[in-house]
């Protein structure tokens, strides 16, 4: 259960999260209908996946990965704090910290993919050339930075309260702007892709259409899951157990 807000009666729930439940729940819904859009546009329109014999194939690996955890997992692991609101604090940082990871583990897989089928095809691919590329690196770069610098700040133990709380805005803006920046390019790769496959793509074919869609519901996920986390009113609430956590860490 996603709440847990005390009583059965719905007319004492806090407004505020009854509407955060339910633009969490058309988030979901939205992350979930991109990465099954982005299947059917990589199985109808391109052949489906493969391997390191068919660079064409294996390409389309990079966006299915870059898709799942690169949008919807990044997504959802800014999201978890609020998401799971009844869960102990250190309880969510690993969540928060293991979503992460996965999110980095796929994104580093589709970064391989599209390197090897530009390296393997004949003739062979520039890479890095296009402003996609230097965008969605970019993003890449802040992710592993944010993931190292917050594992080190958040979980590992004897780092000082002081630093912590220096650290938390940047960490939470840095966290945002690397989303927008995957947001961005991943909309870019969708419109390289479609110009350089598509010879008829300004007369909207099929597989044009479902691009622009999916590119459609990039930018609405990342919107809602900008919202989401930054409208106040939506932020979580610490438990006593996080308190008695906080006082047993400081008596250390």
């Known amino acids: 259960m996603l709440f847990s807000l005390g009583g059965n009666n719905k007319s004492t729930m806090d407004p505020a999260l009854i509407n955060f439940k339910v633009l969490y729940v058309l988030t979901q ?9 982005v299947g059917t546009w990589i199985g109808q329109h391109y ?15 990079h966006p299915l990965f870059m898709t799942i955890g690169f949008i919807y997992l990044y ?17 969510l940082k690993l969540t928060h910290a293991g979503i992460h990871m996965a999110a980095f583990i796929l994104t580093v897989i589709a970064l391989k993919t599209v390197f090897d089928s ?28 944010q993931y190292v610098a917050g594992f080190t700040a958040f979980l590992v133990p004897g780092m000082r309260e002081n630093y912590k709380i220096a650290l938390m805005p940047l960490h939470i803006y840095f966290g945002l702007f690397g989303f927008v920046l995957a947001i961005a390019s991943a909309v870019m790769g969708l419109t390289e892709k479609a110009i ?5 793509y300004s007369t909207l074919p099929a597989a044009g259409v479902l691009a622009n ?3 459609v519901l990039y930018v609405i996920f990342g919107a809602l899951v900008v919202y989401l986390a930054t409208e ?15 006082a047993s860490n400081g008596a250390e």
Request: charged letters at 15%; glycine letters at 10%.
């Open 29 to 37: 819904l939205c992350g979930l209908t991109m990465i099954v859009l």
């Open 47 to 61: 052949g489906g996946l493969g391997g390191s014999s068919n660079p064409k194939l294996e390409f389309n690996w």
């Open 75 to 91: 997504g959802n692991s800014i999201l978890v704090y609020r998401g799971f609101r009844t869960t102990r604090k250190k309880t």
């Open 118 to 145: 530009h390296n393997l095809a004949d003739p062979p691919i520039p890479n890095m050339y296009s402003l996609h590329s230097w965008l969605g690196l970019s993003a890449v770069i802040i992710f592993g930075l």
């Open 196 to 200: 350089f496959s598509l010879s008829n």
């Open 213 to 215: 869609i999916i590119g």
């Open 232 to 246: 106040p009113s939506y932020k979580r609430k610490p438990l006593p157990e996080d308190t008695a956590l906080l």
